[in-house]
């Protein structure tokens, strides 16, 4: 059985930041690429950071330069640091992983989703 769990989530002003963690659990062997996405009210599910096993780092031109996503293998943990909020960021943020778990193989996995609500 493999869990992520997100926290960090909430309420803040535009132009203020917050930081959202994942963390995995469970009969982990291996985690390789680890993403956040976010689903905005109204709209799809989109990709807004993923970073693999030895750090290369994607973003979505929306956050970019505003946004950082990094982790910390040893805690098998993600994060993504979110700088100059704006109200159209508000959205459910949902982290993903790739894991190799026992006897389960190689699968993906979702958080349940934190509420980040930035305020004008």
């Not at 132009?15 to 689903?39: D, E, F, N």
């Not at 956050?63 to 990094?70: A, H």
């Not at 100059?84 to 996995?109: F, H, M, Q, W």
């Amino acid at each position: 059985q493999v869990q992520l769990v997100e926290s960090g989530g909430g309420l803040v002003q535009a132009g203020g930041s917050l930081r959202l963690s994942c963390a995995a659990s469970g009969s982990i062997l291996s985690v390789y690429t680890m993403a956040w996405y976010r689903q905005c009210p109204g709209k799809q599910r989109e990709l807004v950071a993923r970073i693999t096993s030895i750090g290369t780092t994607n973003y979505a031109d929306f956050v970019k330069g505003r946004f950082t996503i990094s982790r910390d293998n040893a805690k098998n943990t993600v994060f993504l640091q979110m700088n100059s909020l704006k109200p159209e960021d508000t959205a459910v943020y949902y982290c993903n992983a790739e894991i190799r778990a026992l006897s389960i193989g190689r699968s993906d996995y979702w958080g349940q989703g934190t509420q980040v609500t930035v305020s004008s």
